[in-house]
């Protein structure tokens, strides 16, 4: 009794210490910038790798919140935390952003921003988050006579790197202003009707990413109520056609498919038509070996196209991309494209016809196994100056994997020497084994000429053959018709 009595007294008058200590704010000293890097200036609190294990108290941040420095971003990546269990109190300074990746979060309290009127992005990816701790309720907001209790400003959600295989259907009711969604690298699988039910609440989805969710399919009508969708990620899935529920993604200006098994794309098996798709990412597909007909065709505004890293790709058709002209379907149209990376590729030769090259701005095509020969005349000749124009510092690996005679070499090199690329033979022989070949046969008929002349003379006494070394030479070299391969 005693012992607690003496305990007692000592916890009052320590307080009444403590208390002294809290004058000029009447309240706690700042732990929260004691415990991180408060920047004033960039207006973070940095609680980055601290080991923390618990969420901050309210006490905790009244004591920052009385103090007069505002904040915009929390950082508390790389910590210990497995449970959200308090929710953010009133702040006096406009929180933004809280970065809480790299943690161990396994649940999230209800309403935890209902006080952020501020808040525009929440990353809680490299968590240990699933479907079913994953509640809407997490995201309620304030009562508003328009909406459901909503978080009207936040609008980058980031859940990639966790647990889920689904989706409450309510999960984004209260977030309905969202422009960035992420689920990447989730273990999804399928995509159930809950997640399409929970797309309808996010009409405003600018960009979303579901790259590595181990999708090989996607419902018809995923992306019908994303109207506004602009940007999308499927890298690293397992489709092996493109998915037809693109259809619908009739906005997309973006879109990303590489490393899916794609085969190889054909007028049957062809990306759906998305008018206004700029940019097309497809590469490390290590499926596709050719891009036939009409294989891309329809993507009237496509601007960059990144076609690289396809290890096995070999051959691009000249209509690839075409797509037939609106007021005369007879004629094939090309997208104006500015950009185009073509490199780590196995192709050998590119026609002429595959794109509008005059229009092209930056081409890649190093580290392909390139065969100088007179179809690349024109490629040495028009495409070369573009890769000294724009990105100078690769023409040196733009290099000849064949004809023998020319391995190794640089493109570049062929052209400043104006090396007139030679033409291989019907039968796909080096020109520079058949001109020995016919030097044989001159010395043969040279030598043979005179013999059999006198052979002749000395049998019959009659005349010799006419027959002169210039027949032979006229089949040496075939210049490449350039003015017909390439389009102004
Ligand atoms: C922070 O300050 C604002 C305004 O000064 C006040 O309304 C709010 O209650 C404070 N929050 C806390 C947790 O003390
Ligand atoms: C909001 O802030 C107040 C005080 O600042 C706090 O008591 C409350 O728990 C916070 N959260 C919700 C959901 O009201
Ligand atoms: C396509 O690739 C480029 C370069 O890696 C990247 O910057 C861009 O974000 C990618 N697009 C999409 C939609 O992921
Ligand atoms: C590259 O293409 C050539 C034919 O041009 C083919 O023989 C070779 O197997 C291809 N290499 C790969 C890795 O696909």
Redesign the pocket.
Known sequence: MKTALILFLVTISLGLICGDDKKDNEVGENVICKKCNCDVKMKIIECSNKKLTKMFTVDEWAALNATKDDYEILKLDHNLLEDIDVPFPVLRFPLKVIDLRHNKIKKIISKVFYNLSSIEEVDLSFNLMTADNLRPDVFEGKYSPDEYEPLLTLKRLRLSYNLLTNLDSEIFEHTKHLQELSLANNPFQIIHTSVLSAFTDTPQLQMLDMSRMELSSLPLDTFHPLKALKVLNLDGNLFKTFPEALKLATNLRELSLNENPIGDLSAENSIPELAKLEKLNMTYMGSL?VIGKGGLSGLENLKEIRLSHN?????IHPSAFTFPEKDNPEREQFPLVEKVFFEYN?L?SLDSHVLLWNNVKEIHLHDN?W?CDCDLQWFSDILMKTVKETTPHLIDHIKCAAPKKLVGLKLADLNTKHTELRCLDKFGANPELDSALLVALLIGVLLGMPLAYASIMIYRRGCGSRRGPADFSRAFYKRADMNDDIHI
């Open positions: 070996k290890h096995h790709l070999s051959y196995n050998s196994p065969l």
